[in-house]
């Protein structure tokens, strides 16, 4: 799950260092392969790369052989060595070089995504791996890579995997003009990967209509190559715990409190203003407390918002180890996610679906028609503010707090949800039957 992850130091015990080269093969029927390029992989457990390491873990159950090539984890110190080479859990992990500056820094996270592609560029054009790809969308252009040597004839089919738009994400933040020369060259770029590519994937419907309609724009019809697949939680991972089995209750300080829990990334494009704006309308309630565990780009003006406002309600923690994460999703009575108005369609909130798996209402603080609001409505998990209602979500708050008949009813269809629709083992299954489809299409 995007969002949460570790800080701790890495341990090379824990890894095994394979002295085998890392083999590429053919994918077939009986023994599906598939490289995975991503920037962030284990032991990096925040964003996509906790993400993207429950499901290789998972495909590797399911038969597939995985191999991932990853840039250095930046959550580690920067003078920490790691192997380039390592097997961890049946995954063939290899590691090329990029920069590792920090990703607040937003100079530097562009200069850490440059690096790295630059690097599986060079990997992909020596080694010419013969396997299938997964590309994410993160870096954004990391997909012109695939799309290039796949014109060139030297590279593998690929699925391109969205997990973010660009750059109609940059543009609705205020960081590109609409119709500037990047944002314009950029659209031109994704019709270029699209074109290429064998499969898309998009993790939202709303994503999934945004994409097609940009394929659209560029005379592309995806409608054959275009795949819905949800996000997915590992519900084996995260369940609901007791608070008195639970020892992040005394450690953060929650004991006796009713919890509104937002974990995760804290960025450009979350509507934290609405949420401290509500923390503010209820600060005299001592019972309610909101807790914060993440990082992001808007952490610290949420600090000093607190600070200036004397909002004793709110708690700020850093990521909690992976092991812990369920323990950290249960501490929640309620959970909140986040998007700004006009990012449905470009980005979904994952962190959601662990809240849901443990049990945990959700209040999304977003569009109506973006893909977690349409779950809370659909599976009647939870509440939907629209962004910038602080009366409204401090409301919704305080009926969470006053019914705990509802709290609990919704918690129930939360768990059933997961189970039966967004589980990890679910997901996996599609992407390791679309891995196959895509292996036969291509010979």
């Not at 095994?16 to 009986?30: G, T």
């Not at 500056?101 to 850490?112: D, E, Q, V, Y």
Request: aromatic letters at 8%; glycine letters at 8%.
């Amino acid at each position: 799950m995007p969002g949460i992850g570790s800080s701790q130091k890495f341990d090379k015990k824990k890894f095994h260092v394979s002295l085998a080269d890392m083999p590429d093969k053919c994918i077939d029927n009986k023994d599906p392969a598939i490289l995975v390029l991503c920037q962030l992989f284990h032991p990096e457990l925040v964003s996509t790369g906790q993400t993207l390491t429950e499901l290789c873990e998972e495909l590797v159950t399911l038969g597939v052989d995985v191999e991932v090539v990853c840039g250095p984890p930046t959550i580690l110190g920067r003078k920490t060595k790691i192997p380039k080479l390592i097997e961890y859990k049946g995954i063939h992990i290899r590691r090329v070089w990029g920069t590792r500056f920090p990703k607040l820094n937003l100079l530097g996270r562009i200069t850490n995504q440059i690096t790295f592609a630059l690097s599986v560029f060079f990997y992909l054009l020596f080694h010419r791996p013969n396997r299938p790809i997964l590309v994410l969308t993160n870096p954004p252009f990391l997909a012109a890579i695939c799309a290039l040597l796949r014109v060139i004839k030297i590279g593998p089919p690929y699925i391109y995997l969205i997990f973010d738009v660009y750059p109609d994400t940059a543009v609705h933040l205020g960081l590109l003009k609409g119709q500037g020369f990047v944002a314009k060259v950029w659209d031109r770029l994704n019709a270029f990967i699209f074109r290429h590519s064998s499969a898309v994937v998009a993790i939202g419907r709303c994503m999934r209509e945004v994409i097609r309609l940009k394929a659209e724009k560029s005379s592309l019809n995806l409608d054959g190559a275009l795949h819905y697949i949800p996000v997915w939680c590992d519900d084996r991972l995260i369940k609901s715990q007791p608070n008195e089995k639970n020892p992040l209750v005394d450690r953060f300080g929650v004991r006796n409190k009713f919890v509104v829990g937002y974990f995760g990334n804290m960025g450009r494009f979350h509507d934290m203003e609405t949420i401290m704006e509500a923390a503010r309308i209820l600060k005299e309630n001592r019972d309610i407390i909101f807790l914060f565990v993440g990082e992001g780009h808007k952490k610290q003006w949420m600090i000093d918002y607190a600070r200036q406002n004397g909002l004793e309600n709110c708690r700020f923690h850093t990521y909690v180890d992976r092991k812990d994460l369920g323990f950290l999703m249960s501490l929640a009575d309620v959970g909140l996610v986040s998007l700004l108005q006009g990012q449905q369609g470009l980005s979904v909130p994952s962190k959601t679906f662990g809240l849901m798996a443990a049990g945990v209402p959700v209040i999304a603080v977003m569009p109506s028609t973006s893909e977690i609001a349409r779950i809370m409505q659909e599976e009647h998990c939870g509440a939907v503010i629209k962004p910038g209602s602080k009366k409204g979500l401090a409301n919704s708050i305080l009926e969470f707090y006053n019914d705990h008949r509802k709290l609990n009813a919704m918690g129930k269809n939360g768990v059933n949800a997961i189970v039966t629709e967004y589980s990890l083992h679910k997901a996996s299954r599609r992407y390791r039957d679309l891995i196959r489809d895509v292996c036969n299409l291509n010979g």
